[in-house]
């Protein structure tokens, strides 16, 4: 094919560097940087029990579901005992029991959080047992 | 019966099998995770600029705008500035609200006989708001997703998705987004099967997009909602990505490679099909251009210069063979041989081939008046 001729040569490219420099934004944002996932600090406690709720896989991924499932039992059916899949009872909070163990909020749930951009509304009525005090 | 939805229904199910069983032999998650994605985004980056360089280089012969406003004209009758506009701040103003609010589709009719052989137009405003919820709910999507390319995440992105999941309905939080693109895309689809006319018309090419868009939407809704896979595992692969350090975690199941991979084929689909629209549509001629053709001249880029002969020069070359044999003439007085020798051809011959040439040069646009000059001076 014959070079043609382009036509608004200048409006072109202009829109054409917007359209790279959108694309290559991610790219450039992280140059030369690393971000590795965030490393969780398991408090002393927690450590000493050596285990989750669930195992750890079905904790990562799933915790959420858990969760729902617990403030479901508890506010709709007035059941605050969970017994988990070997057998373990554990009282049905979020505050008590979950924030029981990881006391360190900061460096567990919130660094996890923080790094996959989620911000759970839950505090903004159950509390950190931790902050209050 | 047109049945090319079934061909583009079973392309999309074959890729996303293909990308399901490929990801769990030996080295399958390098190729799908890494080596494929690459790739895609490349072919989509040079596709893309590829087709807009071409469409730069087509020439524009003539101002071809669609208009639905009254063109500017004398003063005391009311113009349309942005439904007809002459000034470029128009265009702009128009082009935007094309982009943002898809002002022509919204003014889409549809015609239909009603009892029989009355033919009535209808207002169809359905297909502009299924395409409006779809391209918001993509562009929604597409936008939340960075969270997965930046570190830190930047707050504009965790207020979008707190209003994204504004219901707060179950935990993790449902996305209305993501929904809203489901099922935009599956009404879309409806559309093209159950109306007969638009069925008639809708190749493979149409299905398939649409299938894409929505198996993809499909295996995100599956990942986030029901099988789960490692967030912050995804975040570490895609940063590998981003960060030009790729490595394969582990805690990413086989749909997050359908999904990946889906996204690998619409980004190279792309630019060779309709959906090159989304850069097409700020090089539309009906959209992007003023309508001041009343105002100004426009000159065919292509037009090659024309050597024309005017009857004047005509004249001035055969005047006096045309006296000669008894030929009427237009200018006499120069052309009587009794009078001067010298004079008849040094004045006149000069002076009537350059006049007829002027609005011939395509490069500058003369004056309005520039094309009637040659009339008038003589
Ligand atoms: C055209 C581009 C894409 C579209 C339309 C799309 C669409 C979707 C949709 C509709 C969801 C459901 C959840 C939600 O609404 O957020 C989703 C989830 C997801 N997508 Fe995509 N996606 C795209 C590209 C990508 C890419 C490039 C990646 C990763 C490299 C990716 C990774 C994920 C992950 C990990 C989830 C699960 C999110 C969660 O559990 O919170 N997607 N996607």
């Keep these: 094919m014959p070079k043609k001729k382009m036509y608004d040569q200048g409006k072109v490219f202009a829109g054409l560097a917007i359209f790279v420099g959108l694309l290559i934004f991610p790219f450039l944002l992280n140059l030369g940087k690393a971000a590795p996932a965030p490393e969780l600090k398991l408090s002393d406690k927690a450590k000493a029990a050596k285990e989750c709720v669930e195992s750890k896989a079905y904790m990562t991924a799933e915790h959420m579901q858990l969760l729902n499932e617990w403030r479901e039992t508890v506010v709709r059916n007035a059941q605050r005992v969970y017994v988990n899949s070997s057998g373990k009872k554990f009282e049905m909070s979020l505050s008590n029991t979950c924030l029981d163990c990881h006391s360190e909020k900061a460096e567990f749930c919130d660094k996890c959080h923080n790094y996959a951009a989620v911000t759970p509304y839950c505090w903004d009525c159950h509390v950190d047992p931790k902050e209050t005090m | 019966m047109n049945i090319s939805y079934l061909y583009s229904l079973i392309a999309v199910i074959v890729l996303a099998l293909f990308a399901y069983v490929g990801s769990k032999f030996g080295g399958g998650e390098a190729l799908f995770g890494i080596i494929f994605p690459l790739l895609a985004g490349l072919t989509f980056t040079v596709g893309f600029i590829y087709r807009i360089v071409d469409w730069a280089r087509s020439p524009v012969p003539f101002r071809i705008p669609t208009t639905c406003g009254q063109q500017k004209s004398l003063p005391w009758i009311e113009s349309a500035c942005i439904e007809n506009p002459t000034t470029t701040a128009g265009v702009v103003v128009r082009m935007i609200l094309e982009v943002v609010l898809f002002r022509s ?196 880029p292509w037009n090659s210069p024309v050597k024309i002969h005017t009857y ?30 010298e004079a008849p051809e040094t004045p006149e011959a000069p002076e009537a081939p350059e006049t007829p040439e002027v609005p011939e040069k ?9 094309p009637e000059a040659p009339e008038k001076k003589e």
């Design chain 2, 105 to 300: 589709l919204f003014r889409n009719t549809t015609c239909e006989l009603k009892e029989g052989d009355k033919l009535a137009y209808r207002w169809e405003i359905w297909l502009w708001v299924g395409a409006l919820a779809f391209h918001y709910a993509f562009f929604t999507v597409v936008v939340r997703h960075l969270r997965f390319f930046m570190e830190p995440v930047p707050v504009c992105l965790q207020f979008l998705e707190t209003l994204d999941g504004f219901l707060q309905i179950g935990l993790p939080g449902l996305m209305l987004s993501g929904v809203v693109l489901l099922a935009a895309a599956v009404f879309l689809f409806l559309r093209r099967i159950l109306t007969p006319h638009v069925r008639y018309i809708s190749l493979a090419s149409d299905y398939f997009p649409l299938f894409l868009i929505m198996g993809i939407a499909f295996s995100g809704i599956l990942m986030r909602y029901f099988t789960k896979v490692e967030i912050v595992n995804v975040k570490a692969f895609t940063m590998g990505l981003v960060t030009l350090q790729p490595h394969i975690p582990d805690g990413i199941g086989g749909i997050f490679y359908v999904h990946l991979f889906l996204v690998s084929v619409l980004l190279v689909y792309f630019p060779f099909s309709k959906l090159m629209h989304l850069g097409g549509i700020f090089m539309s001629p009906t959209r992007n251009l003023t309508t001041d053709t009343r105002a100004k001249r426009h000159i065919n």
């Design chain 2, 312 to 341: 004047e020069h005509y004249e001035d070359e055969f005047r006096e063979k045309m006296v000669d044999v008894g030929l009427p003439v237009d200018k006499m007085l120069e052309a009587q041989p009794p009078e001067a020798p």
């Design chain 2, 362 to 370: 395509p490069e500058v646009p003369a004056e309005p008046e520039a």
